[in-house]
């Protein structure tokens, strides 16, 4: 495995990796290290030590030497001019009418190098702006824009909690933070509530967001309906911290349950997506109040169709049979027509028709809602019958 020794740079927390090469370093101990920008002075955050390959990304730059004191001199004298640099340049940045805010300046241990870090809302055209500082320092000027985030973490300040800012003290680097994670854990979403120094959502969001997740999974959300050992009840406040739950019984007294009083009941809402347990059979049994809940609640759709389609068929049958009445000459009462729901009867028959009686009661019921229809056969009879009459009374 590879020899490294980790570093970190002033003003910051994330630590980097070097290869010491023969060096023995101790914490704490400022070096001078190779990077993109240059050769900078660190100070080393843990002593060289073996480390898997999988946590060393990118090429591993080397520990060049161990800084002097006239190196940590000289460094400490070019520090106590930042202050008055940011002065000058955000001067030159007012008279150029730029629309940049200098938020931070760093020079390297040996003055070589300025670097300005600056805010922006929109690009900015600062090449004249940098040969302008350039003449003014006398050194090689680099401007950098950056977010709001990293202005935090430079600046530095006290949070909300009334400790330093993390990511100024020992936050490597910026984690995604949503709204939702402050909803999952119950806390306002006032923004005032929720958002740090740099006006984005808090960065300790997500040191519980894991936590609150496992947590909620194990319970029921509130408003659903579970069943318990003392019958069904409605969840109405889940505790996080306290990994319990406050249920409401048909009572209206409530209770407070573990994770483990509540192993194995199921929500009662899942029964109406179909699913079957014992259990919620159970609870079903007991919230209906009756034996034969779960006959009620599994009868099929096709029960109602099938009385339906029995109904379609007695009415059909009830038709044939008038209509074989009147080839007979015989003409049944009319009789108001009544709603299927009032339990109307079968109209009566006449002239030594068949007895009701033997019917199905849909027989009955579809009789009842429909007055029984003239034979075709009989209105011919009766109309060749008038034309004859008419007919005799014209040869008389």
Not at 105 to 122: I, P, Q, W
Not at 160 to 182: D, E, H, K, Y
Not at 226 to 253: H, Q, W
Not at 290 to 311: I, N
Request: proline content about 6%; hydrophobic content about 30%; charged content about 25%.
């Amino acid at each position: 495995m590879p020899v490294v020794c980790s570093v970190r740079f002033r003003g910051g927390a994330k630590v980097y990796h070097f290869d010491p090469g023969e060096l023995s370093l101790r914490t704490d101990q400022y070096v001078i290290v190779s990077t993109a920008r240059g050769d900078e002075m660190a100070q080393v955050a843990e002593p060289p030590r073996e480390v898997p390959e999988t946590e060393i990304v990118g090429e591993l730059k080397p520990i060049l030497r161990i800084a002097s004191p006239a190196d940590v001199s000289r460094a400490e004298q070019f520090h106590s001019r930042e202050a008055e640099a940011i002065v000058q340049c955000q001067e030159r940045i007012t008279q150029a009418q730029l629309e940049m805010k200098i938020v931070s300046a760093e020079y390297s241990y040996d003055g070589s190098r300025l670097t300005f870090y600056f805010t922006a809302e929109n690009r900015v055209d600062f090449r004249a702006l940098v040969r302008d500082l350039a003449r003014t320092f006398r050194a090689r000027i680099d401007l950098r824009q950056i977010g709001v985030r990293d202005e935090a973490r430079l600046v530095g300040g006290l949070g909300p909690c009334g400790r330093p800012l993390c990511c100024s003290t020992w936050l490597n680097q910026f984690s995604p933070v949503s709204i939702r994670m402050a909803k999952q854990q119950n806390l306002p979403l006032s923004p005032m509530e929720i958002s740090g120094l740099c006006g984005r959502l808090l960065c300790c969001l997500t040191y519980e967001n894991d936590y609150y997740s496992h947590i909620r999974g194990l319970f029921p959300r509130v408003g659903r309906t579970v069943d318990t050992p003392l019958g069904p009840a409605k969840v109405i406040k889940v505790s996080v911290l306290r990994e319990t739950v406050t249920l409401l019984f048909e009572d209206g007294s409530t209770m407070e349950m573990t994770a483990d009083q509540l192993s194995g009941a199921e929500p009662i809402a899942a029964r109406e997506a179909g699913v079957e347990s014992g259990v919620l059979e159970d609870s079903l049994r007991r919230v209906t109040g009756s034996g034969d809940g779960h006959a009620r609640h599994s009868e099929p759709r096709s029960a109602s169709q099938g009385r339906t389609s029995e109904g379609g068929h007695a009415r059909s049958g009830q038709q044939h049979e008038t209509q074989h009445q009147g080839t007979q000459g015989a003409r049944p009462r009319r009789r108001p027509s009544q709603h299927r729901g009032e339990g109307a009867h079968a109209p009566q028959q006449q002239n030594g028709g068949a007895s009701p009686q033997h019917k199905a009661p849909a027989e009955e019921a579809a009789t009842g809602t429909q007055a029984p229809r003239r034979s075709g056969r009989s209105r011919r009879r009766r109309r060749s019958r008038a034309n004859a009459s008419t007919e005799g009374n014209t040869n008389g």
